[in-house]
Each structure stands twice: as C-alpha cells, then as structure tokens.
Nanobody, 123 residues
C-alpha cells in the first residue's frame, strides 16, 4: 500500500512563502487525484479544508481562500506532490496533509493520507 510523507512545514512570518513536499511511495494502483488539505487549530478531522487538488490529467482546483496564492504541482514521475504557498496569512496556520485517491481492483475509490506537517504563520 502506498505511503505518504510530508515535509517542509515550519514557522513563517505573514507575507512569506513556504514549499511543502509529499513523497508518495510506489502504489500498484493508478492514482487519479492528489491533493493538499489542512486542519486548523481546534478543528476536527472531518473539518479539514481542501486547499488544492490536481488530477492525473493535470487539472487543478483551488478554493477561493487559496486561489492565486497557492500552487499545487507534481514531479514528472508523480512521486512527489508539491504545494507552493505565497503571501501566507495567519489564518493559513494549520496542519497540512497530502492525500491521494485511487480505484482499487473492485473500482472502489480509496484514499490515503499523510501524517501531516505543521505550518505556523505569525502576524
């Protein structure tokens, strides 16, 4: 089963930038969607917010809160998912998780999450 390992989190001042990386170990299933999500302090797991997704075809999607500031990308082999975050704001403070989605042998849509990396934006 594929595993995800995030890195790149840390403390940054408002207006600064960070790049998050998510290393994806080999999966025998074809991944159709990769994404970054965040869980703000005090929020529950089911309140995680999508911040960026990218499909196997390269289509990206961002919510209004991150559009124009965040950029999701992958390396050519799709072994690493990147999230470039610019003009960071204190409200971007959260634990950031990467996630992959794929269909198993029974065409069930499954997902795997990483362990998360903390991003703290100071004002």
């Amino acid at each position: 089963q594929a595993q995800l390992v995030e890195s790149g989190g840390g403390l940054v001042q408002a207006g600064g930038s960070l790049r998050l990386s998510c290393a994806v170990s080999k999966s025998r299933f074809s991944i159709h969607t990769m994404g970054w999500y965040r869980q703000a302090p005090g929020k529950q797991r089911d309140e995680r917010e999508m911040v960026a997704t990218i499909t196997s075809g390269g289509s990206t999607n961002y919510p209004a809160s991150t559009k124009g500031r965040f950029t999701i990308s992958t390396d050519n082999a799709k072994n690493t998912i990147f999230l470039d975050m610019n003009n960071l704001k204190p409200e971007d403070t959260a634990v950031y998780y990467c996630k992959i989605e794929f269909l198993d042998d029974y065409k069930l849509n499954l997902e795997i999450w990483g362990q998360g990396t903390l991003v703290t934006v100071s004002s």
